[in-house]
């Protein structure tokens, strides 16, 4: 299980590492420590925090880690689910405040070894967008 620091928690939640530390001294989300004695949170545990979090609308505003990519719409944040069917899957994730949800292959879904805690980015790349008001 891959376990994440309260600095990386924090950048995958879009908030300070002090407003995560927080959180965690409140016991909003699990923590314990590793063999070094840093404390970690459990992916899982994180994925679900990050859930609840984004559907309370707090987080958000953090910044993107350096990249190599011409994509510039980046969305780094943490597995919440993954669907797979015979050929297809559906990955959800929560980045800050924000829920993507992406389809895509199965095999990809295996090669990248996403999974419920493991942290991704989601980068969108569109041709076309549209704006409401509201």
Known sequence: MQSYTIGQAARLLGVSPD???R????????THRDETGRRVID???????????GQSGGGGGGEDEPSYTSA??????????VRLGDVAAQVEI?????????L????AVEELG??????ATARVKATSVHVDRG
């Open 94 to 102: 929560q980045a800050g405040p924000h829920r993507l949800v992406s």
């Open 104 to 107: 895509l292959t199965r095999e």
């Open 72 to 81: 510039r719409n980046a969305f780094p944040g943490i597995v919440t689910a």
């Open 23 to 30: 959180w965690a001294d409140a016991g909003r989300v699990a």
């Open 114 to 119: 996403l999974e419920v805690g493991v942290r």
């Open 43 to 53: 992916g899982r545990d994180l994925a679900d925090f990050a859930v609840e979090v």
């Open 19 to 21: 407003t995560a530390r």
